[in-house]
């Protein structure tokens, strides 16, 4: 069993940054890949950025390459999405999520959701 607490979300201007973190009970943790997702009212929940159980590769969808890193810190159970020139269009719920596959981008593959954070970029 893993819990998820995710946090750091909040409201910013567009163009600001925010960081999540997502921090990971259990001792099991740097065995799982770990990945953010989001999602907006009446949309299906989409594929942020995943990264490997060691950190060394990373995913990320196509509408945050160049403005968003995920990164991990196995020893503190966490993991981070920093997100950079942030966009109206990035307003949604992030969640954390871990996965037993790697690579993976597919929702299906992850699990031990978070309860998420809302991030709000106004105009």
């Known amino acids: 069993q893993v819990q998820l607490v995710e946090s750091g979300g909040g409201l910013v201007q567009a163009g600001g940054s925010l960081r999540l973190s997502c921090v990971a009970s259990?001792?099991?943790?740097?065995?799982?890949?770990m990945g953010w997702f989001r999602q907006v009212p009446g949309k299906e929940r989409e594929l942020v950025a995943a990264i490997s159980w060691s950190g060394g590769s990373a995913i990320y969808a196509d509408s945050v390459k160049g403005r968003f890193t995920i990164s991990r810190d196995n020893a503190k159970n966490t993991v981070y999405l920093q997100m950079n020139s942030l966009k109206p269009e990035d307003t949604a719920v992030y969640y954390c999520?871990?996965?037993?596959?790697?690579?993976?981008?597919?929702?299906?593959?992850?699990?031990?959701w978070g309860q998420g954070t809302q991030v709000t970029v106004s105009s």
């Open positions: 259990g001792r099991t943790f740097r065995s799982y890949a």
């Open positions: 999520a871990v996965s037993t596959k790697w690579p993976t981008d597919a929702t299906r593959d992850y699990g031990y």
